[in-house]
């Protein structure tokens, strides 16, 4: 079977799915993903998405952070301690994932099996950080 988060997956058409999916949600009783608004790029904003998805019963260790290049050019840039993603995941104490098709203004936080390709198999195994305009 192969991994439903992969490369053939289209982050762009992904993230419009997941914040349209959210907005169609609210007040139903449909599993839904968890969305943010996050100021700006930092690994606070991060662990604060983080802190949303597990507090939705999600175990830390399985969960990936997909950001766009220049989403973690930014946070190595920021971020004292953090020089590369390797260094950005010990931090977070989760994987990240650089995608050059992701958007710049979405952050994900996911489950690998949580979609399949840029359908949503499970949406509450989905994080999504909406970032703010970062003067």
Do not use: K, Y
């Not at 192969?2 to 914040?19: G, Q, V, Y």
């Not at 952070?65 to 020089?83: K, P, Q, Y």
């Amino acid at each position: 079977m192969p991994a439903r988060l992969d490369s053939e997956t289209d982050f762009e058409e992904l993230t419009a799915r997941i914040r349209t999916q959210s907005q169609q949600a609210p007040g139903s009783d449909t599993e839904r993903v968890t969305i943010r608004s996050l100021e700006a790029v930092s690994s606070d904003s991060l662990a604060t998405l983080l802190e949303a998805a597990e507090s939705e019963h999600l175990e830390p260790g399985a969960l990936v952070f997909v950001l766009s290049r220049a989403n973690a050019e930014l946070l190595c840039e920021r971020e004292f301690d953090i020089d590369d993603v390797d260094e950005l995941e010990t931090v977070l104490d989760c994987r990240v994932r650089v995608e050059d098709e992701m958007p710049d203004d979405t952050i994900l936080l996911l489950h690998p099996d949580a979609v399949e390709g840029e359908e949503l198999v499970e949406p509450e195994a989905v994080a999504c950080g909406i970032l703010g305009t970062d003067d």
